[in-house]
């Protein structure tokens, strides 16, 4: 638990100093589609919800899913069912490909970001 912490605070640091630790654009010289998602946090921690998405909607687009999977498993816990798990195991090969193409898009729309060079 520790090192997590002290990674995402390392991180950050390291971020506000303008230092790039993506390995991707580090060998590549382009942006992976996780790029700008630390400034894009904490854009959206301050409000800036535009600016946020600007950088990269990769942690909109994860929150959102988050939140509605958590009210899903509240709901199957409360009801005692197993509708999540059930879901997932019906869809996860459509699960799957929906997570590549997001991925894909948010990687074509990084590249062109000059936000992120």
């Known amino acids: 638990m520790i090192v997590y912490i002290f990674v995402v605070l390392l991180v950050l640091i390291l971020n506000l100093l303008n230092i790039r630790v993506c390995i991707i654009y580090n060998v590549f010289h382009i942006p992976c589609p ?54 997932i195991e019906i869809n996860k090969n459509i699960i799957l490909l929906i997570c590549i193409v997001i991925t894909i898009i948010i990687w074509i729309i990084n590249i062109n970001n000059p936000l992120l060079y």
């Open 34 to 87: 996780g790029c700008g998602c630390t400034r894009a946090v904490i854009e959206l921690l301050k409000g800036n919800v535009i600016q946020s998405i600007n950088y990269n909607p990769l942690p909109i687009i994860i929150g959102i899913v988050c939140v509605i999977l958590l009210i899903w498993k509240c709901k199957d816990i409360i009801e005692q069912k197993n509708t999540l798990k059930k879901f």
